[in-house]
């Protein structure tokens, strides 16, 4: 048979078919495309470099029947007037993680629920086996998800941290304390002082890591953080504006912002314009840039100084280590954190007056 029937075919083949061409059982074939960690390099390099000639991909039923899984990851997400998740972040994030599901095989199961149904949700399917595990998003400081998930021995990966569980648990997370930290330092150097945060929900976790980092920046050069200028809102390009106006209209209005979002920073640059004010020169800002597919800050040029971590990589960090914990269930919970870059662009620059 030429290679280019088998290629052609070979979407057709069936687990046993492609386990016979190989001599060797179906479980052991479908453990070795599977992760599973029995199986020796040497036969796993094997089956793989045959399943990549043959064009060779399993059948979702016999993946199931051969494994005992669902092959299939959940995600819950809840609807709520004020919820940070449903924004473009999402979006990417779920981009990179089923970039990962699909490479090993695994569906992506999207269940969109009310707040209060939630429960409900994580239980129908551990009960149904609908999933293998699931993915939390966006962590409140005291995730009443998280010991739920864990009295159901449901697998799964936070992408985030929960400040006030104690228990351990798997996560991604950007360093976001150090990401602010840095950041207000940055706009400190420049000679800002009256540097204002506009912060998403903080009874969401990564918004109080950053409100910490910005307070230890400041309290570590003498400055007490002046409540005036820190605000906490949906991230959105409207908030964004209608916090920085009422800052801009303060007796000491900032010379500087710090924004945890981008689309905070598109509202901050219209308020700035509508003040006849130059961002970058009479008034610096900072955003957290997710380094969205499409929402980018700029092209060859930012146009933001951001803090900048590819939610999109976050997404495939946390699928590559939910599939981990899948297969290996006795490993230790996996975590991995994120550093964020500081990336200079054409909104800073030094407080006017001093000398650059």
Same mark, same amino acid.
């Given at each position: 048979?030429?290679?280019?029937?088998e290629s052609a075919l @070979? =979407?057709? *083949?069936?687990?046993?078919?492609?386990?016979?061409?190989?001599? %060797?059982?179906?479980?052991?074939?479908? $453990?070795?495309?599977?992760?599973?960690?029995?199986? =020796?390099?040497?036969? +796993?390099? +094997?089956?793989?470099?045959?399943?990549? +000639?043959?064009?060779?991909?399993?059948?979702?039923?016999?993946?199931?029947?051969?494994?005992?899984?669902?092959?299939?990851?959940?995600?819950?997400?809840?609807?709520?007037?004020?919820?940070?998740?449903?924004? /473009?972040?999402?979006?990417?994030?779920?981009?990179?993680?089923?970039?990962?599901?699909?490479?090993?095989?695994?569906?992506?199961?999207?269940?969109?629920?009310?707040? &209060?149904?939630?429960?409900?949700?994580?239980?129908?399917?551990?009960? $149904?086996?609908?999933?293998?595990?699931?993915?939390? !998003?966006?962590?409140?400081?005291?995730? $009443?998800?998280?010991?739920?998930?864990?009295?159901?021995? *449901?697998?799964?990966?936070?992408?985030?941290?929960?400040?006030?569980?104690?228990?351990?648990?798997?996560?991604?997370?950007?360093?976001?304390?150090?990401?602010?930290?840095?950041?207000? @330092?940055?706009?400190? #150097?420049l000679g800002h002082r $009256?540097?204002?945060?506009?912060?998403?929900?903080?009874?969401? #976790?990564? &918004?109080? +890591?950053?409100?910490?980092?910005?307070?230890?920046?400041?309290?570590?050069?003498?400055?007490?953080?002046?409540?005036?200028?820190?605000?906490?809102?949906?991230?959105?390009?409207?908030?964004?504006?209608?916090? &920085?106006?009422?800052?801009?209209?303060?007796?000491?209005?900032?010379?500087?912002?710090?924004?945890?979002?981008?689309?905070?920073?598109?509202?901050?640059?219209?308020?700035?314009d509508d003040c006849g004010?130059? *961002?970058?020169?009479?008034?610096?800002?900072?955003? !957290? #840039?997710?380094?969205?597919?499409?929402?980018?800050?700029?092209?060859?040029?930012?146009?933001?100084?951001?803090?900048?971590?590819?939610?999109?990589?976050?997404?495939? &960090?946390?699928?590559?280590? %939910?599939?981990?914990?899948?297969?290996?269930?006795? #490993? /230790? %919970?996996?975590?991995?954190?994120?550093?964020?870059?500081?990336?200079?662009?054409?909104?800073? @620059?030094?407080?006017?007056?001093?000398?650059?």
């Amino acid at each position: 048979m030429s290679m280019a029937i088998e290629s052609a075919l @070979g =979407n057709f *083949m069936t687990l046993k078919e492609f386990s016979a061409i190989l001599g %060797l059982s179906p479980t052991t074939v479908s $453990r070795a495309l599977n992760g599973y960690p029995e199986v =020796n390099e040497a036969t +796993r390099s +094997r089956i793989a470099a045959e399943a990549k +000639r043959l064009n060779y991909r399993a059948n979702a039923r016999a993946l199931r029947l051969a494994t005992g899984r669902a092959m299939a990851v959940g995600h819950v997400i809840p609807i709520a007037p004020r919820h940070e998740i449903m924004n /473009p972040v999402f979006a990417d994030f779920i981009a990179g993680a089923g970039e990962i599901y699909s490479a090993q095989d695994y569906e992506m199961i999207l269940s969109v629920v009310s707040d &209060a149904d939630e429960e409900i949700s994580y239980r129908a399917l551990k009960s $149904r086996g609908s999933v293998d595990g699931v993915i939390v !998003h966006g962590p409140s400081v005291d995730d $009443r998800r998280i010991p739920l998930l864990r009295e159901l021995a *449901m697998p799964f990966v936070v992408h985030g941290r929960a400040s006030d569980i104690a228990q351990p648990y798997a996560w991604v997370d950007v360093n976001n304390r150090r990401a602010f930290q840095r950041a207000t @330092g940055f706009l400190l #150097d420049l000679g800002h002082r $009256r540097i204002a945060l506009l912060n998403g929900l903080e009874f969401m #976790d990564f &918004a109080m +890591r950053r409100r910490r980092g910005y307070t230890e920046a400041l309290a570590a050069r003498g400055i007490v953080p002046d409540p005036s200028l820190m605000s906490s809102h949906e991230m959105t390009e409207a908030a964004g504006y209608r916090a &920085a106006m009422q800052m801009l209209a303060l007796p000491l209005p900032p010379t500087a912002f710090l924004a945890s979002s981008i689309i905070l920073g598109f509202g901050i640059r219209r308020a700035l314009d509508d003040c006849g004010l130059k *961002m970058g020169r009479d008034v610096s800002v900072i955003v !957290h #840039d997710d380094d969205l597919s499409y929402l980018t800050n700029g092209d060859d040029v930012p146009i933001f100084t951001a803090t900048r971590s590819s939610v999109r990589a976050a997404g495939r &960090a946390a699928a590559e280590l %939910l599939l981990q914990q899948i297969a290996s269930p006795a #490993d /230790p %919970l996996p975590n991995r954190l994120l550093e964020a870059e500081l990336i200079i662009g054409q909104s800073t @620059g030094p407080l006017l007056g001093r000398p650059a």
